[in-house]
């Protein structure tokens, strides 16, 4: 049974940073993505990132966070991160990771939580203004 368990999450000030994890259990070769959902809100894109066997990855972020968030990946551990930088209390939200069965989607598909197949129970984060 394929397991994803986010790490990293917690309370922040305004401009500060986290580093989300996602370890991924019985995966491999599967493009991996972070959504967010915050209370009342419909759950929502973040990033993505492809499977590559080689050291250039394909990424793709959503508008809100572009130039602020990174994510990246560790073949080695099954291991996606999320860098969140500059953060804003409109971030706050739960944060789950999500994969594919597919090592890659078409360019436009990663930002649908429908292309996803398995996901993460999520991890809080909450950024106080």
């Known amino acids: 049974q394929v397991h994803l368990v986010e790490s990293g999450g917690g309370l922040v000030q305004a401009g500060g940073s986290l580093r989300l994890s996602c370890a991924a259990s019985r995966l491999s070769n599967n493009a991996m993505g972070w959504f967010r959902q915050a209370p009342g809100k419909e759950r929502e894109f973040v990033a993505a990132i492809n499977w590559s066997a080689g050291a250039i990855y394909s990424t793709y972020y959503a508008d809100s966070v572009k130039g602020r968030f990174t994510i990246s990946r560790f073949n080695a551990k099954n291991t996606v991160y999320l860098q969140m930088n500059s953060l804003k209390a409109e971030d706050t939200a739960v944060y789950l990771c999500?994969?594919?069965?597919?090592?890659?989607?078409?360019?436009?598909?990663?930002?649908?939580?429908?292309?996803?197949?398995?996901w993460g129970q999520g991890t809080q984060v909450t950024v106080s203004s």
């Open positions: 999500a994969a594919t069965r597919a090592p890659n989607l078409s360019s436009g598909s990663y930002y649908y939580r429908s292309e996803y197949d398995y």
